[in-house]
């Protein structure tokens, strides 16, 4: 079955400390996009990419870095700059074009301590 | 960027009964797409409106792009307790969400 798989589920990290949340799509989407999600702001988002080895800023970018060497996938680095780095994190993956809608994957709960 | 304000934040509602709530947006959209999203999942999409004033149903559900291209609704009729979740309109390219309406259904 085609789908998006984000890893891990739940993550724990001491402050200061870097981390990396995996996406992975076998769909054949162009497109792969992260958001953030804090209780009753919505979605907010961080990065996105529309081809390989090319990708954008969303509204929250700060404190955070992506790559795009596979089409499949589209890692996202929470860096020690990161200010509130908890949160439920979001990746998504579309065809070019909101036409399309998004497919979202589980998501990745992770937990600064 | 681009805001969507919708509303109500939170709905407490009787089993069977029709749920409605909207989205509004300062600028105009050119799509409007309606997600639900369940405790500890991704949001899933439910309706997608392409065209101002376009109505579209999808079992229970139906949503309308406004006319103005600047808000959209969805109902929900006949409620049940499978319903419950967070509901999120969202529009344009990347998607902008709006910051969603959390629905309860009390059996």
């Known amino acids: 079955d085609g789908g998006i798989t984000q890893s891990p589920k739940y993550l724990f990290r001491k402050e200061g400390q870097n981390v990396t949340l995996s996406c992975e799509q076998n769909l054949n989407h162009d497109a792969m996009y992260w958001y953030r999600q804090d209780p009753g702001q919505g979605l907010r988002l961080i990065y996105y990419?529309?081809?390989?080895?090319?990708?954008q800023k969303g509204d929250i970018a700060e404190g955070y870095s992506v790559s795009r060497e596979k089409k499949e996938s589209f890692p996202l680095t929470v860096t020690s700059a990161q200010k509130n780095p908890t949160a439920f994190y979001l990746c998504?993956?579309?065809?070019?074009?909101?036409?399309?809608?998004?497919?979202f994957g589980s998501g990745t709960r992770l937990t600064v301590v | 960027g681009q805001q969507l304000n919708q509303s109500p934040q939170s709905m407490f509602i009787q089993e069977g009964e029709d749920v409605s709530m909207n989205c509004t947006s300062s600028?105009?959209?050119?799509?409007w797409l309606w997600y639900k999203q369940e405790p500890g999942e991704g949001p899933v999409l439910l309706i997608a409106l392409y065209k101002a004033g376009e109505l579209t149903s999808n079992g229970r559900l139906t949503a309308q792009f406004g006319i103005t291209r600047k808000d959209s609704f969805l109902n929900i009729s006949a409620s049940i307790p499978s319903d419950v979740g967070i509901y999120f309109c969202?529009?344009?390219?990347?998607?902008?969400f709006g910051k969603g309406t959390r629905l309860s259904v009390i059996a």
């Open positions: 969202a529009g344009n390219t990347p998607l902008v």
């Open positions: 990419s529309q081809i390989v080895n090319d990708f």
């Open positions: 600028s105009i959209f050119n799509t």
């Open positions: 998504a993956s579309s065809s070019i074009g909101t036409a399309y809608g998004y497919t």
